[in-house]
């Protein structure tokens, strides 16, 4: 319910600002300025760097910034609200539902700053006259509520420890707004000084500042890049087996979900995310045929069936990126009470990440459409993991199941 409300508000106030400064343009008249402004929305778009475990930085604070300096309030409010949906929609291909969540979470600190300033400094909505004081409260203001923005989002969509996010991506959060709304004070009083020099500065600053950026834009990429091949991967392999075609990813997210509220290390959460992907992928080396049996496995396959495991963890343990995940794939189908498989490890000798693969793995199984049955609801999911829990499933990962089952 958190999610699907937070979701909804951020996608709401993303429209209703975009909405506002559309009228306000109209009443008050666009001038050349305001087109120039919008335009550089583009640019500050482009560099889009996802952070991890969650969030994302863009140049964007420079204009917004600048822009509520030199122009009506509402000019910087659509810039916020454009340049995310730009940034989400063309650069980041996500649905425009969630660009507009991003327009709501970059335009609510401008929204903030301005109100905020107006009410405990009782400043003018025009900055421009505004001391250097009144300014640096207003960046501040929007620096904290980007932060927490963020940091909530995180927190109700993925999952992820506030304090945790506020040491490492919300640091680099707030030190990148600080960083460029301070550029921005600077150009914005270089502009108010020279005109249309200003302006020409304005632009260049924004290319200028582009090469320090793109070396973490292309290491963000290629993070992507590598997540989505290890999908497709995953997703080849669930085809051959009876499931939708996409069960290896909810698995994924799932896992992902066990282990944030275990309060994992990201690193380990990374390689939990990478073995739920390809848990499965061991299954190449067994024969369709005994993958898609709609009865029950006499001895012989049963065997063959259960070296996927030991098959998968041999296939990715060679390539580096991988490497990490692969005990993980290993001891995927280890049971708590040691009657699982490969090696029959019982308990805490099993890898924490193979008992988190191994609930997020059957809860999904559970939950899915089978040529032989329908999918359970997920009540019925969660007492069936209840009733195993201490045999098949490590009892810590199944109570953490039922804390995370309704953000799934």
Do not use: C
Not at 13 to 36: K, P, Q
């Amino acid at each position: 319910m958190g999610k699907r409300f937070l979701s909804i508000a951020l996608s709401l106030f993303g429209g209703a600002v975009l909405v506002y400064a559309t009228g306000a343009a109209a009443l008050m008249g666009i001038v050349s300025r305001d087109i120039l402004l919008l335009a550089l929305a583009i640019p500050v778009a482009w560099l889009r760097i996802n952070l991890e475990p969650a969030g994302h930085l863009t140049l964007a604070p420079v204009v917004v910034i600048t822009a509520l300096v030199l122009a009506p309030p509402h000019v910087a409010f659509a810039i916020a609200a454009v340049s995310a949906i730009i940034s989400g929609v063309l650069f980041a291909r996500m649905p425009l539902a969630q660009a507009l969540e991003d327009a709501g979470e970059e335009a609510i600190p401008v929204v903030l700053a301005v109100a905020s300033s107006s009410v405990f400094l009782h400043t003018q909505v025009q900055f421009e006259s505004a001391t250097l004081r009144e300014q640096l409260f207003a960046v501040l203001v929007y620096t904290l509520t980007r932060v927490l923005l963020a940091a909530l989002r995180a927190r109700v969509l993925d999952g992820i420890d506030i304090k945790r996010f506020l040491s490492s991506p919300g640091r680099a959060l707030a030190l990148n707004s600080v960083l460029l709304s301070v550029i921005a004070l600077g150009l914005s009083r270089l502009t108010n000084t020279y005109g249309s020099t200003g302006y020409f500065a304005l632009t260049l600053a924004i290319i200028a500042l582009v090469e320090p950026y793109y070396p973490f834009k292309l290491l963000s990429d290629q993070r992507e890049v590598e997540f989505a091949s290890l999908s497709m991967v995953a997703q080849a392999i669930d085809l051959k087996d009876a499931y939708t075609g996409k069960h290896a990813r909810d698995a994924s997210a799932i896992a992902v979900r066990l282990a944030r509220f275990l309060r994992l290390p990201e690193s380990d959460v990374r390689k939990i995310r990478i073995a739920a992907i390809l848990h499965d992928i061991g299954k190449v080396g067994v024969s369709g045929r005994i993958i898609r049996k709609p009865s029950a496995l006499d001895p012989a396959e049963m065997d063959k069936m259960r070296q996927h495991p030991v098959i998968g963890a041999e296939i990715i343990e060679p390539v580096e990126l991988l490497a990490g995940a692969s005990e993980i794939v290993r001891h995927h189908h280890e049971h708590y009470d040691g009657s699982g498989y490969p090696e029959g490890l019982k308990g805490e000798f099993i890898p924490v990440g193979s008992r988190i693969v191994l609930v997020a793995d059957a809860f999904n199984a559970i939950t899915t459409d089978r040529p032989y049955r329908k999918a359970r609801s997920k009540t019925v999911a969660l007492q069936i993991l209840k009733e195993h829990s201490g045999k098949q499933f490590d009892p810590k990962v199944v109570v953490a199941m039922e804390s995370v089952v309704n953000y799934i």
